[in-house]
T-cell receptor, first 114, second 115 residues
Framework: GAGVSQSPSNKVTEKGKDVELRCDPISGHTALYWYRQSLGQGLEFLIY????????KSGLPSDRFSAERTGGSVSTLTIQRTQQEDSAVYLC????????????FGSGTRLTVV | AQKITQTQPGMFVQEKEAVTLDCTYD???????LFWYKQPSSGEMIFLIYQGSYDQQNATEGRYSLNFQKARKSANLVISASQLGDSAMYFC????????????FGTGTRLTIIP
């Protein structure tokens, strides 16, 4: 596609429910990243994929968070048993290759846990 | 210690004036990259400019330039001839070359251009 696509754009969920956030990167981009941005804050790194493998999961805040990527393309971030502190904008980015290149971000999924 | 520090939470600048957004960084890695992103109220992150640690010249992209002072570990963004559309949050970020591909972001500066 022309850009990084994320869905849904907004998600309201009840505390304790599981949610899945989807990211469709730019075609051909091998690297994919998930970040989280809490209200008024900077971006917090969650996980990085190179192809289908995740060399760096260091930013996942707890074992309730997991992510996968299939076919070197679409990625899904899953949050189990959501908590109110999970409320944030989840941003996905992709880049053509690893290295010092500008990453292209999606518009994000705004998650609200009530 | 913070890896990226942006000390200006907010700035107000008159339209058509130049503006400098401050960014200092902390790394012991000799090879690293510095990025600036713009985040308008719509929320998307827009890549503006990149500076590599070994680049001899300061990066420029249109009205954006990066004032890179390696010894001082600063990478300030300069926007020339500011426009109303420049009003946004601006984030400085760093990528180190330790095999970790993540960008580490600062807390951002909210820039408001006054007509």
């Amino acid at each position: 596609g022309a850009g990084v696509s994320q869905s849904p754009s907004n998600k309201v969920t009840e505390k304790g429910k599981d949610v899945e956030l989807r990211c469709d990167p730019i075609s051909g981009h091998t690297a994919l990243y998930w970040y989280r941005q809490s209200l008024g804050q900077g971006l917090e790194f969650l996980i990085y994929f190179q192809g289908n493998s995740a060399p760096d999961k260091s930013g996942l805040p707890s074992d309730r968070f997991s992510a996968e990527r299939t076919g070197g393309s679409v990625s899904t971030l899953t949050i189990q048993r959501t908590q109110q502190e999970d409320s944030a904008v989840y941003l996905c980015a992709s880049s053509l290759q690893t290295g010092p290149y500008g990453y292209t971000f999606g518009s994000g999924t705004r998650l609200t846990v009530v | 210690a913070q890896k990226i520090t942006q000390t200006q939470p907010g700035m107000f600048v008159q339209e058509k004036e130049a503006v400098t957004l401050d960014c200092t960084y902390d790394t012991s890695d000799p090879s690293y990259g510095l990025f600036w992103y713009k985040q308008p109220s719509s929320g998307e992150m827009i890549f503006l400019i990149y500076q590599g640690s070994y680049d001899q010249q300061n990066a420029t992209e249109g009205r954006y330039s990066l004032n890179f002072q390696k010894a001082r570990k600063s990478a300030n963004l300069v926007i020339s001839a500011s426009q109303l559309g420049d009003s946004a949050m601006y984030f400085c970020a760093m990528r180190e070359s330790d095999g970790n591909e993540k960008l580490t972001f600062g807390t951002g500066t909210r820039l408001t251009i006054i007509p």
